[in-house]
């Protein structure tokens, strides 16, 4: 498979960039822990196998102090013991249920999981977030979005 962009949607349609930015500022106003809204971001990007955004959202949460170990077994967060703490797995467990919508239904014990940790404004700002990135991972996806640090990478070598 190639790692050559399509194109940048972007350009050619700046105002749809422009909604995106909008309804994600929306989703972050509205009040969500940012550790949990990384880990959601991380853990729908990885789902949905976006370079783009796992690439950007990697490096913001070790930026803002997420440990190596976290990050590291994230996509098996169910597995990992105590490492995330319940209020986080919650969320995730949303997170994978709302991107993979196979079923066409997110299971009701799986929001009522969530609910038990988030009061209903914080549940709004997260189902927000969960459906902000899954846009992003589906843009990025589409058009082959090239990561930050591969375009930084291409950019040295050709020097």
């Known amino acids: 498979m190639t790692t050559t962009p399509r194109m940048n949607i972007w350009q050619v349609a700046p105002e749809m960039m422009k909604g995106m930015f909008a309804f994600q500022q929306a989703a972050s106003a509205a009040g969500l822990d940012p550790v949990v809204g990384e880990l959601v971001k991380i853990r729908a990007s990885q789902i949905n196998r976006c370079a783009y955004c796992l690439d950007m959202h990697l490096a913001d949460a070790r930026k803002n102090g997420e440990s190596q170990l976290r990050l590291d077994l994230l996509a098996a967060w169910a597995e990992a013991g105590d490492l995330f703490t319940e209020r986080e797995?919650?969320?995730?467990?949303?997170?994978?249920?709302?991107?993979?919508?196979?079923?066409?239904?997110?299971?009701?014990?799986?929001?009522?999981?969530?609910?038990?940790?988030?009061?209903?404004s914080e549940l709004a700002a997260l189902i927000g977030q969960i459906v902000a990135i899954n846009s992003w991972n589906r843009f990025n996806v589409t058009v082959r979005g090239l990561p930050q640090s591969l375009q930084a990478d291409k950019a040295d070598s050709a020097r």
């Open 89 to 120: 797995q919650a969320a995730l467990a949303l997170t994978e249920a709302v991107t993979e919508l196979t079923d066409g239904f997110v299971p009701d014990e799986v929001y009522e999981r969530a609910a038990k940790h988030f009061d209903e």
